[in-house]
C-alpha cells in the first residue's frame, strides 16, 4: 500500500511538473522518434533560441492515445511520429490543430504535408528494393511490381505485414492501382516468398545476405546502418518505377497538438525543423533524407544516387491503411 502511495504522489509530481513547464521558458514535445536521434534537434534549439525542449519518447500509438486521454490537460505543445499513416491518425483524432506557414509551406512539398497544413513531413525514408550484388543482375529489375512476376520465385524477401511501413506501401498501391489490382501484386509477392516474412528490414538484408533470397524491399536508413557495419556488404538499392510512378516514400514528420497553450512558440519551434541547419541534423542521425529539397543528404545516402519520388500525397497512406490491411490478410500475408 505504501509504495502504491509513493508511486501515485510521484506520478502526480512529474505530470504537475511537465504541465507547469509548459508555461514557462520550455515547449513540451511527445516523440515516437528514439532520444539519440532527436536529442541533438532539441539542443541545438536551445541553444540559438533559448528554450529548453521537454520531451518523452514512445511508440506512435501510445503518444497518440495519450494525448486523448489527457485533452486539455496535456502538456504536449507537439507530436513528432514516424510514419504518414501515424501522422494520418493523429490529424484524424483531432489532436493536430491546421497551421498557417509560409516558412512551411515553402520548405516542405506538397506531397510530404497534410493537405489541411496539421502536420509536415521532416525527414524522407524512401522504401525501395536491395538486391543480391553476387546474384542478381540489376538490369531484371524495374518495379514493386514486377516483384509479383513468378521471375522471382523462391527469391523474394520481404518484412512482416504487421509493420507500418508495409502497411504504408500497400496502401498506396491500392490507390496507384485500385484494389483489385494491387492484390493480385500482394499475392504474387506472397507466392514469390524464399522464406517466411521476417520481423525488420536488417533481418531480411542479412536473409539475403546468407543466401536465403536475392531481392527484397526495405527503408534506405537500414541498409545504411547495416553498411557501416558491414563495408563489403554484397548488397546494393535499386530504385523501382522510375519510368513511371516513382519511389515510394514516407516521412517522420510533426504537428502543433489542439491543446497548446504556446502555439506561437511551438510554430517557431516547427519552423525551425524545416530549416537548412535542422534538416541536416534531423536527417543525418538516421541516415534519412531531408523533406527540404533544398538540403543535400548526408554523403553516405548521397551515394546512393537520385531518384524519383511517387508524388502522392502521402495522406493516402493513412486514408487507405484499413484497407491495406485487410488485403494483406486475404493475401496471406503475415
Known amino acids: 500500500m505504501r509504495n502504491s502511495i509513493v508511486f501515485a504522489l510521484v506520478l502526480c509530481m512529474s505530470v504537475?511538473?511537465?504541465?507547469?513547464s509548459a508555461f514557462g521558458e520550455e515547449l513540451v514535445v511527445y516523440s515516437a522518434r528514439k532520444e539519440h536521434l532527436i536529442r541533438p534537434l532539441f539542443d541545438a534549439y536551445r541553444q540559438e533560441s533559448g528554450v529548453t525542449i521537454k520531451?518523452?519518447?514512445?511508440?506512435?500509438?501510445?503518444?497518440?492515445?495519450?494525448i486523448k486521454a489527457e485533452a486539455e490537460n496535456t502538456p504536449a505543445d507537439m507530436l513528432i511520429t514516424v510514419?504518414?499513416?501515424?501522422?494520418?491518425?493523429?490529424?484524424?483524432?483531432?489532436?493536430?490543430?491546421?497551421?498557417?506557414s509560409k516558412v512551411l509551406l515553402n520548405n516542405i512539398p506538397a506531397h510530404l504535408r497534410d493537405p489541411e497544413n496539421r502536420w509536415f513531413g521532416l525527414s524522407v525514408r524512401a522504401r525501395t528494393i536491395v538486391y543480391s550484388t553476387e546474384r542478381v543482375n540489376p538490369e531484371t529489375l524495374s518495379s514493386y511490381e514486377d516483384l509479383a512476376h513468378p521471375r522471382w520465385k523462391g527469391r523474394l524477401v520481404l518484412r512482416t505485414?504487421?509493420?507500418?511501413?508495409?502497411?504504408?506501401?500497400?496502401?498506396?498501391?491500392?490507390?496507384?492501382?485500385?484494389?483489385?489490382?494491387?492484390?493480385?501484386?500482394?499475392?504474387?509477392?506472397?507466392?514469390?516468398?524464399?522464406?517466411a516474412p521476417f520481423s525488420n528490414d536488417t533481418r531480411v538484408m542479412?536473409?539475403?545476405?546468407?543466401?536465403?533470397?536475392?531481392?527484397g524491399i526495405v527503408n534506405t536508413y537500414y541498409f545504411g546502418r547495416l553498411l557501416k557495419k558491414k563495408l563489403n556488404l554484397p548488397l546494393a538499392l535499386f530504385w523501382p518505377n522510375q519510368t513511371d510512378s516513382g519511389v515510394h516514400v514516407n516521412v517522420s514528420g510533426a504537428g502543433i497538438t489542439t491543446y497548446t497553450k504556446r502555439k506561437a512558440e511551438a510554430l517557431a519551434f516547427l519552423e525551425w525543423l524545416s530549416s537548412e541547419k535542422a534538416q541536416r541534423l534531423f536527417a543525418d542521425a538516421n541516415l534519412e533524407y531531408p523533406a527540404n529539397s533544398k538540403v543535400s543528404p548526408h554523403p553516405i545516402v548521397a551515394s546512393w544516387g537520385d531518384f524519383k519520388q511517387n508524388p502522392i500525397n502521402l495522406i493516402n497512406a493513412g486514408k487507405y491503411q484499413a484497407r491495406a490491411i485487410r488485403l494483406m490478410d486475404r493475401a496471406g500475408y503475415k
Open 161 to 195: 505485414s504487421k509493420k507500418v511501413y508495409n502497411q504504408s506501401l500497400v496502401a498506396m498501391l491500392i490507390v496507384e492501382h485500385g484494389e483489385a489490382e494491387a492484390e493480385r501484386i500482394v499475392r504474387g509477392w506472397v507466392s514469390n516468398l524464399a522464406a
Open 206 to 215: 542479412e536473409a539475403i545476405v546468407a543466401g536465403q533470397g536475392d531481392v
Open 83 to 100: 510514419d504518414a499513416g501515424n501522422l494520418w491518425h493523429a490529424a484524424q483524432e483531432k489532436i493536430l490543430q491546421p497551421i498557417y
Open 55 to 66: 520531451y518523452s519518447t514512445g511508440q506512435a500509438a501510445v503518444l497518440l492515445q495519450r
Open 16 to 20: 504537475f511538473s511537465m504541465s507547469s
